[in-house]
């Protein structure tokens, strides 16, 4: 998390490459997330909405490629005990604010999914169940990759046009879709990254067309959290 903004995205006085480009085609996990630097995080805006990193400099202009999939973790506050079933959070209200706020409404617009995960209770982690298996869910998303491809391309690389076209609404759906909209206040790319999600679990299930139901968990993965 101390990654300076040149680290990420690329530049110096020899004008390298950074961790954005070092990840194309492949995955840019940030731990921690809250803790990089405001300005770090807010570099990453246009590689994640471009695919490209063009840094400029002096006497030149150098474009590196930058096409990856983005995956940050972060703790609820600093003290990592916010919302915790069973542990007061020790924060003050306005330190939770300041945690959050390193995270500015744009940057969170680039996130297609944003997951909270529950600690795991002592009974199941005694058990040692094992959960599904990678093999399982590669299997799986194979499947719907290849369902997707036989529309002539996967979902991330569908325009805004395509995308609406590829997601016809009905009635219901509309309404739910509205619905989402004026509660979360979202935007025109938020609109869009919810009929991506939706279309991606339509796909998951071999469904051609976008229902209620895969609208309705594509709005469970909004997460659209208060901020300052």
């Known amino acids: 998390h101390t990654a300076t ?74 003290c990592g005990y916010l919302g915790h079933p069973s542990r007061s959070c020790a924060c003050r209200e306005s330190e939770v604010r300041r945690y959050r706020r390193k995270l500015s409404g744009p940057l969170l617009d680039r ?15 005694a058990s040692g169940a094992q959960g599904e298996s990678s093999e399982a869910v590669r299997e799986r998303v194979a499947s719907a990759r290849a369902f997707a491809q036989g529309r002539g391309g996967t979902n991330a690389r569908l325009s805004s046009r395509r995308l609406k076209e590829e997601c016809r609404l009905d009635a219901a759906c509309m309404g739910l879709a509205e619905s989402a909209a004026s509660r979360f206040s979202l935007s025109a790319r938020s609109l869009d990254r919810l009929l991506r999600v939706a279309r991606t679990i339509a796909d998951l299930g071999g469904s051609p067309a976008v229902r209620k139901g895969h609208l309705a968990e594509a709005m469970g993965y909004l997460g659209k959290w208060d901020l300052p």
Request: charged share 25%; glycine share 6%.
């Open 111 to 125: 996130l297609d999914m944003q997951v909270e995960v529950a600690p795991l209770p002592f009974k199941q982690w």
């Open 5 to 78: 903004p040149a680290a990420l995205i690329g530049g110096g006085a020899r004008s390298k490459p950074g961790e954005v480009t070092l990840a194309h085609r492949g995955v840019l996990f940030m731990d921690e997330l809250a803790e990089f630097s405001r300005e770090s995080l807010e570099a990453l805006r246009q590689p994640l909405e471009d695919r490209r990193m063009a840094v400029t400099r002096l006497r030149e202009t150098v474009v590196y490629p930058a096409d990856f999939t983005w995956v940050a973790a972060m703790n609820p506050c600093p």
